[in-house]
C-alpha cells in the first residue's frame, strides 16, 4: 500500500509510535498492559501484553511474554524480591476493583526490584503502575512501565560507598573540619566537631556558628571565613585558643580553605581544626622537667652528662664547662673525649662500646683535664636511659672527683705495704736465723775437726739441707714479690690437673676424695707449668688441712671471658679471655677477717712449724706476674673455693725442654764470668776451675770489655743480668757481639727486674740459670751453652 495515499492522521500516529519506541530504547523503558474481567463469582481474570522495549529488557521475546501477574513475578523478579512484589500488586488491584463509583481517579504506585533474565543475568527495575476506568468508575485495564536502571543503581551504589568512605575517613581524623557558607551556616561538620560540642553530627547542618559559640568568638570566625572567600585564598595553620561555656581554655591549631562552585566562585569555607591542648601541656611538662633536671644537675657537685642512643653528648651541666673551661658546644658530640686523659681514653673507650651495646650499668675512672690544663681522677657511673616503651635512650653518667681519695688510697696501700714488709722481714729473719743456725754450726763443727771424713760428710749434708730449704724461701719471696723469673709454656691445662691429680692421690689422707670437673673443649692456657704445679700443689695441701676429718678436694677447669661489665667492679682483672682453674674443698672454711689476710706473707692459721704462711702469698704473685686473676671464696664451715684465672693462649700447645742430663760433664774451654758479688765469684770460679775450665774474672760491664778489647781470647761469656755501673749483662753482650758476632753466653740471675730477663734471653736466644744453682745444674747449663749453635753474625 503506498503510504502516501494514507491517511495523514493515521501517518502521524505511526510517527509518534516510532518516536516513542526510539525514546524507551534509548531509556532503556519498556511498557506493559493488563487487561482484567472480573468474572461471575467475583474473581479475577487477567492478560498482559508486553510492548518490545519490555521484552528486550526481561530478555525475552514479546509473543512468549503473556504470563498474569503473579506467574511474571514469579517467573522473572529476584526471590528476595518476590513477596513484596506480591503483596504490592494483590494490594494494588483489590483497590482499584474497590472503586465502582463515576469519576473516581485511581493513585499509582512505583516499586523497585530485581528480575533475573534467563540467561542468569541480574538487572535493577524501577517499574510505575496506574489503573485506567471507564466514566462509570469501572476498571478497564491497568498499564504500567519498566525501566532497567542497572547502570545507574551501580552508579549510585558506587557513590554512596564513596561518600561513607570518604566520611568515615572525615569523621576518624583527630581534627575538626566542618563546611560553613559565607553567612557561618554549617553545610557539614565531622565527628570530631561533633564530639567536642556533645552534639550528634546532625544537628550542624542549617545551624549558625552563634547558635554553636558565643558572639565574641563568632566574630572573629566570620571574619576569618570572610577573608578566605574573598580571596580565594586558603589560610595556613595557626594558633589559636578557645574558651568554652564551661570556662575551659583549649589551645588549637586552625586552618581555612575556600571552596568553590561550578564557577569557580568561591562559595563556602572548609575548616580544620587540631587540639593541641595536650601537646601544649606536655610541652609545658617537658619544660618543667628539663628545667628541674638542668636545676638538679647545676647544683650538684659533680660532673653530669648525657647521651643519645649513638653516644653522642647531648647535655653537660654547669660544673663540666666551670671545670674544663670549654664552652659546652665544644664539649657535646665526642667533643667530651678531648678532654679525657690520653692514656684512658682507649679504656673508656672500651666502656663506651660496651654500654652501648649492652645497654647496662657501669662505673669507669678516668683522668679529665682542668681549665689549666692539670689532670684529675675522677668515678663515672653510667645509667642507661628506657622510654616507657623500653626503647633504649642512652646513658646518663655523673663523674664525682675522687683525686684525693685515689691519693688516700694510695698512702694505705703503701701503709699496708710497709705493714706486710714488716711480717715479711720478721719472718725471713726468723727463718733465715733458722737455718743460717743450721749452717754455722755444722761448718764449725766441720772446722773442729776437718779429719774426720764420715762426720764431715754428715755435717756437710746437713748444712746443704738448711741450704736448699734458705733457696726455697727465697723463691717463694720471690714469687710473692712478682720477681720470679717466670717461663711460661702453651699448656693443656686439663692435662696438668690430670696429672697432678694422680700425683696427690698418695700425699693425700685416704678419707679425701678427688673430684675432676674438667671443660670439655678447653682452650690452650699461656703460664709457666712448674710453677703452676707449684701452685696446685699448695693449694692442695691447704685444702688437705683444712679437711682432718675428710671431705672431697675438687678441681674444676672453665673457659671465661671478661668483659668491661666485670673489670669495672675489680680493677685488677683486665678484659680477655681467660682459663678458670678452681680447687675447692669441703673443709673449716675461713672466717671473714682471716679470708681477707690469706694472701698475706707469713701469715697462717696452721700451728707453728706446720706451715710458713707463704702459699697462698706465692700463689698470688705467680699469677698477677703471669697477667692471672686470684679470687678466693669461702665460708666458715662451708669450705673455701680458689679460683686461679690464666690468660688464654692462640696455637697448639708446644712440647716441654728436655732435661739436663744427670752426669757432671766439664771442659778445657775458657769462659769470662761477670759477677759483682766477690762470694758468688769465688764460688763460680772454684767450680768452673774443678770441672776443668780456664776462667777470666770481671766485677761489672767496663772490666769485662776491658779483657775483649786486651785480645783475651775466650770460649763464653757467663755474666750475671743485675751489675753495678750501668751497664747489664744483655747490653755486654751487645757490645761485645759488636766485635765476636759468633759469641756464646749464658746469663745467671736471682730475680728479673720488670722481666726485663725473659726479654733479654729471647731477643738473643740465650738460655737462663736461675740462682741459687747446685754443681751438677751449673756444669750443665755451662756445658749446654758451649755446646749450643754459635749466634748469628
Same mark, same amino acid.
Given at each position: 500500500?503506498?503510504? $502516501?495515499?494514507?491517511?495523514?492522521?493515521?501517518?502521524?500516529?505511526?510517527? $509518534?509510535?516510532?518516536?516513542?519506541?526510539?525514546?524507551?530504547?534509548?531509556?532503556?523503558?519498556?511498557?506493559?498492559?493488563?487487561?482484567?474481567?472480573?468474572?461471575?463469582?467475583?474473581?479475577?481474570?487477567?492478560?498482559?501484553?508486553?510492548?518490545?522495549?519490555?521484552?528486550?529488557?526481561?530478555?525475552?521475546?514479546?509473543?512468549?511474554?503473556?504470563?498474569?501477574?503473579?506467574?511474571?513475578?514469579?517467573?522473572?523478579?529476584?526471590?528476595?524480591?518476590?513477596?513484596?512484589?506480591?503483596?504490592?500488586?494483590?494490594?494494588?488491584?483489590?483497590?482499584?476493583?474497590?472503586?465502582?463509583? !463515576?469519576?473516581?481517579?485511581?493513585?499509582?504506585?512505583?516499586?523497585?526490584?530485581?528480575?533475573?533474565?534467563?540467561?542468569?543475568?541480574?538487572?535493577?527495575?524501577?517499574?510505575?503502575?496506574?489503573?485506567?476506568?471507564?466514566?462509570?468508575?469501572?476498571?478497564?485495564?491497568?498499564?504500567?512501565?519498566?525501566?532497567?536502571?542497572?547502570?545507574?543503581?551501580?552508579?549510585?551504589?558506587?557513590?554512596?560507598?564513596?561518600?561513607?568512605?570518604?566520611?568515615?575517613?572525615?569523621?576518624?581524623?583527630?581534627?575538626?573540619? $566542618?563546611?560553613?557558607?559565607?553567612?557561618?551556616?554549617?553545610?557539614?561538620?565531622?565527628?570530631?566537631?561533633?564530639?567536642?560540642?556533645?552534639?550528634?553530627?546532625?544537628?550542624?547542618?542549617?545551624?549558625?556558628?552563634?547558635?554553636?559559640?558565643?558572639?565574641?568568638?563568632?566574630?572573629?570566625?566570620?571574619?576569618?571565613?570572610?577573608?578566605?572567600?574573598?580571596?580565594?585564598?586558603?589560610?595556613?595553620?595557626?594558633?589559636?585558643?578557645?574558651?568554652?561555656?564551661?570556662?575551659?581554655?583549649?589551645?588549637?591549631?586552625?586552618?581555612?580553605?575556600?571552596?568553590?562552585?561550578?564557577?569557580?566562585?568561591?562559595?563556602?569555607?572548609?575548616?580544620?581544626?587540631?587540639?593541641?591542648?595536650?601537646?601544649?601541656?606536655?610541652?609545658?611538662?617537658?619544660?618543667?622537667?628539663?628545667?628541674?633536671?638542668?636545676?638538679?644537675?647545676?647544683?650538684?657537685?659533680?660532673?653530669?652528662?648525657?647521651?643519645?642512643?649513638?653516644? @653522642?653528648?647531648?647535655?653537660?651541666?654547669?660544673?663540666? $664547662?666551670?671545670?674544663?673551661?670549654?664552652?659546652?658546644?665544644?664539649?657535646?658530640?665526642?667533643?667530651?673525649?678531648?678532654?679525657?686523659?690520653?692514656?684512658?681514653?682507649?679504656?673508656?673507650?672500651?666502656?663506651?662500646?660496651?654500654?652501648? #651495646?649492652?645497654?647496662?650499668?657501669?662505673?669507669?675512672?678516668?683522668?679529665?683535664?682542668?681549665?689549666?690544663?692539670?689532670?684529675?681522677?675522677?668515678?663515672?657511673?653510667?645509667?642507661?636511659?628506657?622510654?616507657?616503651?623500653?626503647?633504649?635512650?642512652?646513658?646518663?653518667?655523673?663523674?664525682?672527683?675522687?683525686?684525693?681519695?685515689?691519693?688516700?688510697?694510695?698512702?694505705?696501700?703503701?701503709?699496708?705495704?710497709?705493714?706486710?714488709?714488716?711480717?715479711?722481714?720478721?719472718?725471713?729473719?726468723?727463718?733465715?736465723?733458722?737455718?743460717?743456725?743450721?749452717?754455722?754450726?755444722?761448718?764449725?763443727?766441720?772446722?773442729?775437726?776437718?779429719?774426720?771424713?764420715?762426720?764431715?760428710?754428715?755435717?756437710?749434708?746437713?748444712?746443704?739441707?738448711?741450704?736448699?730449704?734458705?733457696?726455697?724461701?727465697?723463691?717463694?719471696?720471690? #714469687?710473692?714479690?712478682?720477681?720470679?723469673?717466670?717461663?711460661?709454656?702453651?699448656?693443656?691445662?686439663?692435662?696438668?690437673?690430670?696429672?697432678?691429680?694422680?700425683?696427690?692421690? !698418695?700425699?693425700?689422707?685416704?678419707?679425701?676424695?678427688?673430684?675432676?670437673?674438667?671443660?670439655?673443649?678447653?682452650?690452650?692456657?699461656?703460664?709457666?707449668?712448674?710453677?703452676?704445679?707449684?701452685?696446685?700443689?699448695?693449694?692442695?695441701?691447704?685444702?688437705?688441712?683444712?679437711?682432718?676429718?675428710?671431705?672431697?678436694?675438687?678441681?674444676?677447669?672453665?673457659?671465661?671471658?671478661?668483659?668491661?661489665?666485670?673489670?669495672?667492679?675489680?680493677?685488677?682483672?683486665?678484659?680477655?679471655?681467660?682459663?678458670?682453674?678452681?680447687?675447692?674443698?669441703?673443709?673449716?672454711?675461713?672466717?671473714?677477717?682471716?679470708?681477707?689476710?690469706?694472701?698475706?706473707?707469713?701469715?697462717?692459721?696452721?700451728?707453728?712449724? @706446720?706451715?710458713?704462711?707463704?702459699?697462698?702469698?706465692?700463689?698470688?704473685?705467680?699469677? @698477677?706476674?703471669?697477667?692471672?686473676?686470684?679470687?678466693?671464696?669461702?665460708?666458715?664451715?662451708?669450705?673455701?673455693?680458689?679460683?686461679?684465672?690464666?690468660?688464654?693462649?692462640?696455637?697448639?700447645?708446644?712440647?716441654?725442654?728436655?732435661?739436663?742430663?744427670?752426669?757432671?760433664?766439664?771442659?778445657?774451654?775458657?769462659?769470662?764470668?761477670?759477677?759483682?758479688?766477690?762470694?758468688?765469684? #769465688?764460688?763460680?770460679?772454684?767450680?768452673?776451675?774443678?770441672?776443668?775450665?780456664?776462667?777470666?774474672?770481671?766485677?761489672?760491664?767496663?772490666?769485662?770489655?776491658?779483657?775483649?778489647?786486651?785480645?783475651?781470647?775466650?770460649?763464653?761469656?757467663?755474666?750475671?743480668?743485675?751489675?753495678?755501673?750501668?751497664?747489664?749483662?744483655?747490653?755486654?753482650?751487645?757490645?761485645?757481639?759488636?766485635?765476636?758476632?759468633?759469641?756464646?753466653?749464658?746469663?745467671?740471675?736471682?730475680?728479673?727486674?720488670?722481666?726485663?730477663?725473659? @726479654?733479654?734471653?729471647?731477643?738473643?736466644?740465650?738460655?737462663?740459670?736461675?740462682?741459687?744453682?747446685?754443681?751438677?745444674?751449673?756444669?750443665?747449663?755451662?756445658?749446654?751453652?758451649?755446646?749450643?749453635?754459635?749466634?748469628?753474625?
Amino acid at each position: 500500500m503506498d503510504s $502516501s495515499n494514507a491517511n495523514p492522521a493515521e501517518a502521524l500516529i505511526r510517527e $509518534s509510535e516510532m518516536f516513542l519506541r526510539r525514546a524507551q530504547n534509548m531509556a532503556k523503558l519498556g511498557h506493559w498492559i493488563t487487561t482484567v474481567t472480573i468474572q461471575p463469582d467475583g474473581s479475577f481474570k487477567a492478560a498482559t501484553r508486553y510492548g518490545a522495549a519490555a521484552a528486550e529488557i526481561l530478555g525475552r521475546p514479546s509473543e512468549e511474554l503473556d504470563e498474569s501477574d503473579e506467574d511474571f513475578i514469579r517467573h522473572f523478579v529476584h526471590p528476595d524480591d518476590r513477596a513484596t512484589c506480591l503483596r504490592l500488586a494483590a494490594d494494588y488491584l483489590k483497590e482499584l476493583t474497590s472503586l465502582q463509583a !463515576p469519576g473516581a481517579k485511581p493513585r499509582y504506585y512505583d516499586n523497585s526490584y530485581r528480575i533475573v533474565r534467563p540467561n542468569g543475568e541480574i538487572r535493577n527495575i524501577n517499574e510505575m503502575v496506574e489503573g485506567v476506568v471507564s466514566d462509570d468508575g469501572k476498571l478497564r485495564y491497568i498499564m504500567g512501565t519498566i525501566q532497567d536502571v542497572t547502570e545507574q543503581k551501580a552508579m549510585e551504589t558506587a557513590l554512596a560507598d564513596s561518600r561513607a568512605l570518604l566520611r568515615e575517613i572525615i569523621d576518624s581524623m583527630p581534627a575538626t573540619i $566542618s563546611v560553613r557558607d559565607i553567612h557561618g551556616r554549617y553545610v557539614f561538620a565531622n565527628a570530631t566537631l561533633a564530639a567536642f560540642h556533645h552534639r550528634p553530627v546532625e544537628w550542624f547542618p542549617g545551624r549558625t556558628l552563634d547558635q554553636v559559640y558565643d558572639a565574641g568568638y563568632v566574630r572573629h570566625v566570620l571574619e576569618a571565613d570572610r577573608q578566605v572567600i574573598e580571596s580565594g585564598q586558603k589560610h595556613a595553620f595557626h594558633r589559636t585558643d578557645y574558651r568554652d561555656p564551661r570556662g575551659f581554655t583549649t589551645a588549637w591549631l586552625t586552618s581555612r580553605a575556600p571552596l568553590h562552585d561550578a564557577a569557580g566562585k568561591a562559595k563556602y569555607v572548609v575548616s580544620i581544626g587540631l587540639d593541641i591542648t595536650e601537646l601544649k601541656q606536655m610541652e609545658a611538662a617537658l619544660r618543667e622537667s628539663e628545667d628541674r633536671f638542668r636545676n638538679i644537675a647545676d647544683s650538684i657537685p659533680a660532673l653530669v652528662w648525657m647521651s643519645d642512643p649513638s653516644g @653522642k653528648c647531648i647535655f653537660l651541666n654547669k660544673q663540666w $664547662s666551670s671545670y674544663t673551661g670549654r664552652p659546652v658546644a665544644d664539649e657535646l658530640g665526642h667533643g667530651f673525649v678531648d678532654s679525657i686523659h690520653p692514656d684512658d681514653r682507649a679504656r673508656s673507650g672500651e666502656v663506651e662500646r660496651t654500654i652501648l #651495646a649492652q645497654h647496662c650499668h657501669a662505673t669507669d675512672e678516668y683522668r679529665l683535664r682542668d681549665k689549666d690544663g692539670n689532670y684529675r681522677w675522677f668515678l663515672d657511673t653510667l645509667v642507661p636511659r628506657f622510654a616507657a616503651d623500653g626503647a633504649y635512650l642512652g646513658h646518663i653518667g655523673v663523674l664525682v672527683d675522687i683525686d684525693e681519695r685515689r691519693g688516700f688510697e694510695e698512702k694505705l696501700r703503701r701503709i699496708q705495704r710497709l705493714e706486710v714488709v714488716g711480717q715479711l722481714a720478721g719472718g725471713i729473719a726468723h727463718d733465715f736465723n733458722n737455718l743460717l743456725t743450721v749452717v754455722i754450726g755444722n761448718l764449725d763443727l766441720i772446722q773442729s775437726d776437718p779429719k774426720d771424713s764420715e762426720r764431715v760428710s754428715r755435717l756437710a749434708a746437713s748444712a746443704l739441707q738448711a741450704g736448699e730449704r734458705g733457696a726455697e724461701l727465697v723463691h717463694r719471696m720471690v #714469687a710473692f714479690s712478682r720477681q720470679q723469673t717466670l717461663d711460661p709454656h702453651q699448656i693443656d691445662l686439663n692435662e696438668v690437673v690430670t696429672r697432678m691429680s694422680e700425683m696427690l692421690r !698418695p700425699t693425700l689422707s685416704a678419707r679425701i676424695a678427688i673430684e675432676l670437673k674438667l671443660a670439655p673443649e678447653l682452650w690452650t692456657a699461656f703460664a709457666d707449668p712448674g710453677q703452676l704445679e707449684d701452685c696446685l700443689l699448695n693449694l692442695a695441701l691447704n685444702a688437705r688441712d683444712a679437711m682432718p676429718d675428710g671431705g672431697t678436694l675438687t678441681f674444676e677447669t672453665a673457659n671465661r671471658v671478661f668483659d668491661t661489665t666485670h673489670t669495672a667492679r675489680d680493677s685488677e682483672l683486665k678484659p680477655g679471655a681467660y682459663l678458670m682453674l678452681s680447687v675447692s674443698d669441703t673443709g673449716v672454711g675461713m672466717s671473714p677477717d682471716v679470708l681477707a689476710q690469706a694472701v698475706q706473707p707469713f701469715f697462717t692459721t696452721k700451728e707453728v712449724g @706446720k706451715g710458713s704462711g707463704l702459699g697462698l702469698s706465692m700463689v698470688y704473685g705467680f699469677l @698477677k706476674q703471669s697477667g692471672g686473676h686470684l679470687d678466693i671464696y669461702s665460708e666458715a664451715g662451708l669450705g673455701t673455693s680458689v679460683k686461679l684465672y690464666l690468660p688464654r693462649s692462640v696455637g697448639a700447645v708446644a712440647a716441654e725442654p728436655p732435661p739436663p742430663a744427670a752426669q757432671i760433664v766439664g771442659g778445657k774451654e775458657t769462659i769470662l764470668v761477670v759477677e759483682d758479688d766477690a762470694l758468688v765469684l #769465688a764460688f763460680v770460679v772454684e767450680q768452673l776451675q774443678g770441672l776443668g775450665y780456664s776462667v777470666l774474672e770481671a766485677h761489672d760491664g767496663a772490666a769485662a770489655l776491658a779483657i775483649l778489647d786486651a785480645g783475651t781470647s775466650f770460649d763464653l761469656l757467663f755474666t750475671d743480668v743485675m751489675l753495678p755501673g750501668g751497664m747489664l749483662g744483655p747490653q755486654i753482650l751487645e757490645e761485645m757481639r759488636r766485635k765476636r758476632p759468633n759469641l756464646r753466653a749464658l746469663f745467671t740471675s736471682g730475680y728479673s727486674e720488670d722481666h726485663v730477663l725473659p @726479654k733479654a734471653c729471647d731477643a738473643n736466644g740465650i738460655r737462663l740459670l736461675q740462682k741459687p744453682y747446685s754443681r751438677q745444674h751449673l756444669a750443665a747449663e755451662i756445658r749446654a751453652a758451649l755446646d749450643s749453635r754459635a749466634a748469628p753474625a
